[in-house]
């Protein structure tokens, strides 16, 4: 077995500590890392730096972070569904850095890719500009924007193998492998857990190289944030 294995997600987030900063990734609801963040709710961590695409809804996701106050800032692209989030935004509890999503994307990207900053259109002329340095290319301004480094990422895969090599399902690909390469610690929980080679070199989205730590997941609920349904004829 593979040192990089650990038996529970409370046990591969043993070192975490109040004031960590942490990218969470999936997409909305979906390819959420059900099981660590359960584990980080449990071991109570506060004072929490999450970068997320959206902050879950009040009751699913990184949601109940929020619920027990053990997020102090918010760096996000979306927050829509979550009541929790605009009632302590407005009430002073937490400080939010709102970022258009491809900003978000790349600004995670660019951490992964040893790229410090870059410049992006987007935002210019709005409040996502105030501060930022701004110069001019072949006519059109650009807005600098930082890459985002984070002290752990947690991730979501379909399947993994014990070296750390993974494959995301559809929609769950989003944020997550952009995330790994983001952090100083990934810790990636996995639907189905198998041994090296039982994977397909051509199927691998993200090499275990960008992995540290990896469990096999369990109880996944798979949250809908709104479901909508019709009559069946």
Same mark, same amino acid.
């Given at each position: ?55 879950? +809804? ?63 259109? +987007?935002?210019?002329? +709005? ?107």
């Amino acid at each position: 077995m593979s040192d990089k294995v650990y038996d529970s997600a409370s046990a591969a987030i043993f070192d975490l500590e109040d004031g960590a900063v942490i990218m969470s990734g999936g997409f909305g609801l979906c390819g959420n890392p059900e099981n660590l963040i359960r584990a980080l709710n449990d071991k109570g961590a506060g004072d929490l730096t999450i970068v997320s695409n959206n902050c879950g +809804t009040d009751e699913y996701g990184l949601g109940i972070l929020l619920q027990d106050r053990q997020v102090k800032k918010m760096i996000s692209s979306y927050v829509g569904e979550n009541k929790t989030f605009e009632r302590q935004y407005l009430d002073g509890e937490l400080e939010v850095e709102l970022n258009p999503q491809g900003t978000l994307a790349e600004r995670i990207r660019a951490a992964g890719s040893g790229i410090p900053a870059f410049y992006t259109p +987007t935002g210019y002329g +709005t409040i996502v500009a105030d501060g930022k340095e701004i110069r001019e290319f072949d006519g059109r301004n650009y807005v600098l924007e930082k890459a985002l480094h984070a002290n752990y990422a947690f991730v979501k895969a379909a399947v993994g193998d014990t070296a750390g090599n993974l494959v995301f399902h559809a929609t769950a690909r989003n944020f997550n492998p952009i995330m790994a390469m983001a952090a100083d610690v990934t810790i990636a929980e996995v639907e189905e857990l198998v041994e090296p080679g039982e994977i397909d070199p051509d199927d691998v989205h993200l090499p275990g190289i960008f992995v540290q730590r990896i469990i096999e997941g369990k109880d996944y609920q798979k949250w809908i944030e709104q479901r909508t349904t019709r009559p069946r004829e």
